[in-house]
T-cell receptor, first 114, second 113 residues
């Protein structure tokens, strides 16, 4: 158990819909990262937040957005969903922004868009 | 793009040491080598990381060559539960928001009973 929690575990929805994925980092971790894992693209970094502020952006679509709240939990919002958005979405967290901190991953949310 | 090259797959007998190689010939001085593994569709699990010295923890050992262009992850006594995809990742040491991990395709390690 990494200490990172994600809800829901599974999500099934239809094209065009909007969903919110939630992540709670390990106690005390200030950084939260979101990754997408699809069959054809592998694990890809989407976005990072540190203490409520966006710090780095990866291959995140404009239809996707994220935020980190004062209690440090984070939400990833996916809108106008397409079939290709079906994937595993992982959240990870890390501690103080030290030079070589490792990231700890949650169990993921499996999104299926029908 | 991933900066590492790993074999696509490897087998190892249960109880033996599993040695997973990784090439990172373009690594620069401030870049660390990280290893993660992913068992089936679970979240990736941190294993170990290092800069230039060899490292050991309760899970594995990491051997980095002197020129830092390659490394080997060693699982000393492989068990069936070590069957997973192992990712070798080079990441710039940074506290300026560049901490993202760039995953490649990894090595699928299968432990044979």
């Amino acid at each position: 158990d990494s200490g990172v929690t994600q809800t829901p575990k599974h999500l099934i929805t239809a094209t065009g819909q909007r969903v919110t994925l939630r992540c709670s980092p390990r106690s005390g971790d200030l950084s939260v990262y979101w990754y997408q894992q699809s069959l054809d693209q592998g694990l890809q970094f989407l976005i990072q937040y540190y203490n409520g502020e966006e710090r780095a952006k990866g291959n995140i679509l404009e239809r996707f957005s994220a935020q980190q709240f004062p209690d440090l939990h984070s939400e990833l919002n996916l809108s106008s969903l397409e079939l290709g958005d079906s994937a595993l979405y992982f959240c990870a967290s890390s501690g103080d922004r030290g030079f070589d901190n490792e990231q700890f991953f949650g169990p993921g949310t499996r999104l299926t868009v029908l | 793009d991933a900066k590492t090259t790993q074999p696509t797959s490897m087998d190892c007998a249960e109880g033996r040491a599993a040695n997973l190689p990784c090439n990172h010939s373009t690594i620069s001085g401030n870049e660390y080598v990280y290893w993660y593994r992913q068992i089936h569709s679970q979240g990736p699990q941190y294993i170990i990381h290092g800069l230039k010295n060899n490292e050991t923890n309760e899970m594995a050992s990491l051997i980095i060559t002197e020129d830092r262009k390659s490394s080997t992850l060693i699982l000393p006594h492989a068990t069936l539960r070590d069957t997973a995809v192992y990712y070798c990742i080079v990441r710039e040491g940074s506290n300026f928001g560049n901490e993202k991990l760039t995953f490649g395709t990894g090595t699928r390690l299968t432990i044979i009973p």
